[in-house]
Structure formats: C-alpha cells, structure tokens
C-alpha cells in the first residue's frame, strides 16, 4: 500500500475513534481521545521522522570523512610566525 494510503486510513481510523468516543461518553471524551490520538500519532512520526533524518546525516558524515581520510592531505593551520617566540 502507498504511503498515501495509510496516512488517509490512520486519518479514518482516528476519525472513527473520536466519534464513537463522542456518541458514546460525550464530547468532552471525544476531544480528550482526539488529543491524545494525536499526540501520540505525532510522537510515532515524529521519531520515525526523526531516525531517518539521523541515518542520512550518518552516511553523509562518514562520507566527509573517508573524503577527508582519502584526499590530499591538509596542512595544519599554524597562526603564529616562526620568528615570534613569545606565547600571547
């Protein structure tokens, strides 16, 4: 199934909850079971969100770095002059 597809039947579904929620304990219920379906929903798919964004921020890192590892190599960045002596 396409991810279109389960996003509008988690839609559905949290739909349906909230409205047998409200005809059966009223809508106060109804609202506090939406609130929470949300914001559980939004924890889920946040941290899936969240652990895919990490994985690619990875494999970019460990990129750099055998670019780094296996380039030319750099030389270090030295500020003082050979000829100061004195540590400021």
Do not use: C
């Amino acid at each position: 199934m396409r991810k279109a597809g389960k996003v509008l039947l988690v839609i559905l579904a949290v739909l349906a909850i909230s409205g047998i929620v409200g005809w059966v304990a009223g809508p106060e219920a109804a609202g506090g079971a939406l609130l929470m379906m949300a914001a559980g929903l939004g924890a889920f798919f946040g941290a899936g969100w969240g652990g895919d964004r990490a994985t690619k921020v990875e494999e970019y890192r460990q990129e750099l770095l055998s670019k780094k590892k296996f380039g030319s190599p750099q030389q270090p960045n030295n500020t003082r002059n050979s000829g100061d002596n004195n540590s400021a």
